[in-house]
DNA sequence: CAGTGGTCTAGACCACATC
DNA sequence: ATGTGGTCTAGACCACTGG
């Protein structure tokens, strides 16, 4: 028998709390939190145990360290290059280009129970769906299809989709205050069939990239499911494993 | 102007002498490295800045920490399901099986240009290209054509890879003293062609996960070029983005 | 029990950004 | 000059492993 695994670091519980600071939004995205003198003395523990706490933190990309700045809260709105960390479509080239982003559609549906397991919700309830083409070089290469529960995304409409400036994480966070946090990606192989190829300007049966994503915010709940097609013709997927 | 950029931390210096040490195999794969108080001893160091260097190696997976048994090198030979580092290809119920290798055959060839550069070897170079078949489930489902620089895998044979019971990085790194340390990855959809749907017994033109793999060694030398094409059909790729 | 890595503290000093 | 995070040290104690 195991006696009790109950042991827990000062740190973890120091990073917990912050976290659920952070989830509240006592610090919003892209505002600085207490320097860790002044963290240490709020929880009442050394200056070096907030320090492991926030690098926890950090490694997690809920925040970002800025040495003789301070620490802010990661937001979507600002992260420049570091966007890639959603967005794996590279050119073959090597080019760092953002792609141009054209909204087809959104519609509003019911959760399949597939659907609604996946998003922790139940079978029927309300669900957008919104999808749009990614353009590298003005060429059609990506085709995602993006759900989210219709409650966390109130008054979702293609206007106010099309006339915000950034990316989509961006526009989720400072509009809707869900804040997306890491992804699960499963890819697959498949033919491009009547629904995808026109829009993508290829023919019925070419071979695409799926991308099946599920996204997190703060808890570990899943908060959106997308699906990307995508012509792996100039583009690829990119990934390191370190 | 920039004065001059050449602050580096004590950590990195030592981590630096550890990954000397590590790549010249001073200690081997598998073995523990001396203790935190040794090693701050022979480096003159605190035993805080000694663990700082550690935990950067065992982040970068050059080493694992366990608590009250020691530091150890780490190996390919003994990872178990942390093996899923460099096997990403998994069942679609996730079943965490490990799939069937079967070889298919061993050609020395001479290397193109491109190859060449990859590897960072000289066009008309020796190369070992290998190919094999992952089986899951008795299913064929992975064609692999990994290819090596002759230089370093000198003897390889058909007969000596098959007689290895473990992962093929195992094989790589008892047999010929390489160890794999991290890769990138390319993914692409592509269609089978008449070289790989029987091997795969798919019809031709069904759409594969082509993954294109290089490997690293010690000092980012790439040492492996691995083309993997996926049936992903009780398959997929999995990531996590964090 | 001794030895390992893991946690926590307190304090000094350094590098960087801003005023 | 001040305040931030980053480095480095020294020492104490804790959790885990194995003899």
């Known amino acids: 028998m195991k006696p009790a695994p109950t042991f827990r670091p000062l740190y973890a519980q120091v990073r917990a709390m912050l976290t ?3 989830e509240t939004g006592e610090w919003g995205p892209g505002e600085p939190i207490p320097s860790e003198p ?3 003395s709020r929880y009442g523990v050394s200056q070096g145990t907030v320090r492991k706490a926030i690098q926890a933190l950090a490694s997690d990309n809920l925040v970002v360290r800025r040495q003789g700045k301070g620490t802010f809260v990661a937001t979507h709105t600002e992260e420049k290059a570091s966007n890639f960390r959603f967005l794996r479509i590279v050119r073959d080239d090597g080019k760092p280009e953002y792609p141009r982003s054209r909204l087809i559609d959104l519609r509003r549906v019911r959760a399949s129970a597939d659907v609604a397991r996946m998003l922790a919700l139940r079978s029927g309830d309300a669900l ?3 999808r749009r083409v990614l353009d590298y070089g003005g060429i059609p290469a990506v085709l995602d299809e993006i759900t989210l529960p219709a409650a966390l995304f109130r008054g979702l409409t293609l206007d106010r989709c099309a006339s915000y400036t950034g990316s989509m994480y961006g526009f989720f966070e400072t509009q809707f205050g869900v804040r997306m946090l890491r992804a699960d990606e499963r890819l697959r192989a498949v033919a491009a069939d009547a629904r995808s190829a026109p829009l993508l300007r290829v023919a019925i049966g070419t071979p695409l990239l799926a991308v099946d994503r599920v996204t997190y915010t703060f808890g570990d709940r899943s908060v959106e499911l ?5 012509v792996t013709r100039h583009e690829h997927y990119w990934n390191a494993l370190t």
């Open 38 to 40: 002044a963290l240490a």
């Open 128 to 130: 957008y769906v919104l």
């Open 20 to 22: 659920r600071a952070l």
């Open 226 to 230: 997308r699906r990307g097609l995508c």
